[in-house]
């Protein structure tokens, strides 16, 4: 099994492990990203908000579009981690070749790391996209949805009451229809460039994450002379701290592609429907100014810090334990042999 291999099949698991603790938190988050009301009434706390969903909405739209989002999770890991190692060889190949001509010491710069995972993060993106535009919608779907697209109260005798009362079925396949029928198949690539222009944060968070690894595992190798074995729990903390550096730096983006992915009311109010992203950015700085920029951002930091250190734990000690028992396995096997 090639190294490459062995990566995007642990970066699936631990990706769909860490999607599974914090998809309430992912949920809270998006919805908190797609307010486009600036004058709220009420500023609720993350727990407040969750407490409320499952008050009105009960604790399945706490987990609303989790299939596709566990399905999402699992291909843009796998495929990410996957070609970030191709990427990677290839870089740590040129490294060395260019070693041997007298040209640095051979390892891969900070520089090359960037570039290899934002070309990793841009595949990733262009194959994956129509998988989150579902999940954003499915997480946004609330059952006053109908209500809130008329500004006059709904009655008995109103035919979409029972809809604002009873909402119709919202499961995957009436989202892809939905998302369709409102924009043909490119609808399925809403948000695409602020998405790809987002890669600077996973390209940011293994640069991080990479640079990190390496000096503790020099300063590990030069104090305990030649071992700088790393444990689960200091890549669980490396983890974090690349994915909080990332975030911070990269927020705004992530607010404006899910307000470009959710549902957008067909209303006369301007600020509730974009052309694209520009326009999207330049009606949230008119309506909301720089803070709309920022909605949900406590909530995303500890999510994403959560979800990052559980996924690098859980990769790292996967590809350790699938590669010991393949060498496990391989001495077996030549021992079986005859001589």
Known sequence: MS????NGLAGAGGGIIAQLITYPLQTVNTRQQTERDPKEKKKLSTVDQMCQVVKHEGWGRLYGGLAPSLVGTAASQGVYYYFYQIFRDKAVAKALEHKRKGFGDGSVGMLSSLIVAAMAGCVNVLLTNPIWVVV?????????SKKSESSQPLTVGDENFLDAVEPPPFGTGHVVQEIFDEGGIFGFWRGVLPTLIMVSNPSMQFMLYETMLKNLKKQRALRKKGDNVVTALEIFLLGALA?????VVTYPLLVVKSRLQAKQQKTGDKRHHYEGTLDAILKMIRYEGFNGFYKGMSTKIFQSVLAAAVLFMVKEELVRGTRF????????GARSRPP
């Open 3 to 6: 190294d490459a291999l062995i």
């Open 136 to 144: 954003t919608r499915m997480q946004t779907y609330t059952k006053a």
């Open 243 to 247: 994915k909080l550096g990332a975030t």
């Open 325 to 332: 028992l393949l060498t496990r396995g391989s001495v077996k």
